[in-house]
């Protein structure tokens, strides 16, 4: 299969790229800077610039393309950039896709989304049919999601990753826990009774392997693990296995005014549960969270 990939370079677009290189794809990637090898094609996501020469016999499109959603406080400035990064990439490409012929369409299109569609929903469980959340990060996911819309009403299969937090050493959220922690400092967030929607990132990539596989399955999918867990047991799992003490709790009011906004997406529980998945039949290869975490620290 050729696909066509935004957003390669990231922590889960690096991890995708390896997982459908190794399986034999021919792979195509999206840059903005000057291309440095035959599989680079520039464009211009933030000007609607996409050459259609670059999707001609592509069987498949994925976009992973977005700013991150952590590591600083939400200003105006840095809340424009979180969505012109989604939504200016997911507009240049559907647009990009609906003009094509109908016989030179790709099959298929997987668009990033995030498990803030839905916001802070406390103890109740959430599937893909769910509202968005009236907060920031809901409309985010919203128009996030309507700029794909060419695509699909183009008659192309489109998917939405509605992706929780894959754990992975390497990169995402654990990242940082596990320095934490290790030096001692760590311990739950706020009352700890938030749900974190979590998967391993081997799963996340199985199951993104699985939708892109998969015809019958379109419209939004939660890429999420079959057991959401809360913050303090999360806490206690990674402490656990990294044989550190999980002691220092950080209060709700500390996050707060170091991070601004953005620590209401920390604080926010979301228990996301991953119903098109289950339904379809994927096999999670860590369905717990032990077994995630220890997959992640492997």
């Known amino acids: 299969m050729r696909i066509l990939l935004a957003g390669a370079s990231g922590f889960l677009g690096t991890a995708l790229r390896e997982r459908l290189a190794a399986d034999g794809h021919d792979l195509r990637q999206l840059v903005r800077r000057t291309p440095e090898t035959g599989d680079q094609i520039p464009w211009k996501p933030s000007s609607g610039h996409l050459d259609p020469a670059a999707l ?43 003009a094509l012929p109908e016989s030179e369409r790709p099959k298929v299109f997987l668009n990033g989304s995030a498990k803030g569609w839905y916001g802070d929903t406390g103890d109740t469980p959430v599937e893909e049919e769910a509202p968005a959340a009236d907060d920031f990060l809901g409309d985010l996911c919203r128009v996030w999601e309507a700029a794909a819309r060419p695509a699909e009403d183009a008659g192309v299969r489109v998917v939405y990753l509605r992706s929780g937090l894959p754990l992975d050493k390497r990169g995402g959220l654990l990242q940082p826990l596990v320095l934490l922690f290790r030096a001692g400092l ?62 220092i709790p950080v209060p709700a009011f500390a996050l707060q005014a170091v991070l601004g906004e953005f620590s209401t997406e920390i604080l926010a529980s979301t228990r996301a549960l991953p119903g098109v998945l289950r339904r379809a039949g994927y096999e999670f290869r860590h369905p717990t969270l032990p077994a995630a975490i220890r997959a992640a620290l492997a």
């Open 186 to 247: 760590g311990g739950k967030i706020g009352n700890g009774r938030q749900y974190i929607p979590w998967i391993s990132l081997a799963d996340w990539v199985g199951a993104t392997v699985f939708l892109l596989e998969r015809d019958d399955l379109a419209g939004p999918v939660n890429v999420v693990g079959p057991d959401p867990a809360t913050n303090a047991a999360f806490t206690r799992e990674l402490a656990a296995a990294l044989h550190r003490p999980a002691l």
């Open 56 to 98: 001609r016999g592509v069987d498949a499109v994925i976009n992973l393309a977005g700013a991150s959603i952590g590591g600083q406080r939400w200003t105006a400035s840095y809340k424009r950039k979180l969505r012109s990064s989604r939504v200016d990439t997911t507009g240049t490409l559907a647009r990009a896709i609906a």
